[in-house]
């Protein structure tokens, strides 16, 4: 049986894409000898239940697969549980591991260990997010903040400053209704600023 390199791209929502991780994985598969197979996904990393993630398990399980590439390790999930599990599975069936932007290759036991390190610290900014998200509710809700969005026809001001962090925000994959939660935006405005670029 001949075996793949397996790119998995993920990105949080469908309307969002995976052009930010794509010059790189391009870059990394030229270099390759082995077959390349794609994989993606456009749904939350806080569950390994993916469609184009269980179709990657399924190729693993059946020993078609060499090694498994994503752009950041954060590509994979965002809880340590699930990604040290899979570490584990994929040492198991001797899969490689690489992750492009980490700098990670699971074949070494300085990518191991920084694999783990990474998995820990995805799940903390998880955490630390919804942390702040919720704090910033309680703040707004004790100064009489109520939510429903603005009038219909009326649009809400958007600063420079806010434009550049939905942006950025968009960039490394966060859903639209936290970049939302954290700019103080509506989700349609969030929309209307990304669509205009």
């Not at 749904?43 to 190729?59: F, V």
């Not at 584990?88 to 070494?108: M, Y």
């Not at 954290?182 to 670029?197: E, H, N, P, Q, S």
Request: proline share 3%.
């Amino acid at each position: 049986m001949v075996k793949h390199i397996a790119i998995y791209k993920r990105v949080s929502g469908k309307q969002q894409d995976t052009a930010s991780q794509e010059p790189d994985l391009e870059r990394w598969e030229l270099a390759q000898e082995e077959p390349v197979k794609y994989y993606a996904d456009k749904l939350s990393g806080k569950s390994m239940e993916r469609p184009g993630w269980i179709k990657l398990e399924d190729a693993i399980r059946s020993g078609k697969v060499s090694t498994v590439v994503v752009w950041r390790l954060d590509r994979l999930g965002r809880t340590a549980s699930g990604l040290t599990k899979l570490f584990d599975e994929l040492r198991e069936r001797k899969v490689n591991l690489v992750s492009i932007k980490d700098g990670i290759d699971l074949s070494t036991s300085a990518g191991r260990l920084m694999a783990n390190v990474l998995a820990s610290v995805a799940q903390y900014e998880t955490e630390i997010r919804g942390e702040r998200v919720a704090a910033g509710q309680a703040v707004a809700r004790a100064k009489g903040k109520k939510w429903g969005g603005s009038k219909p026809g009326i649009r809400k001001k958007v600063t420079s400053t806010q434009v550049k962090a939905i942006k950025s925000m968009k960039e490394q994959g966060e859903p639209i209704t936290q970049i939302a939660k954290a700019v103080g935006l509506g989700r349609t405005t969030v929309y209307d600023v990304l669509d205009k670029g």
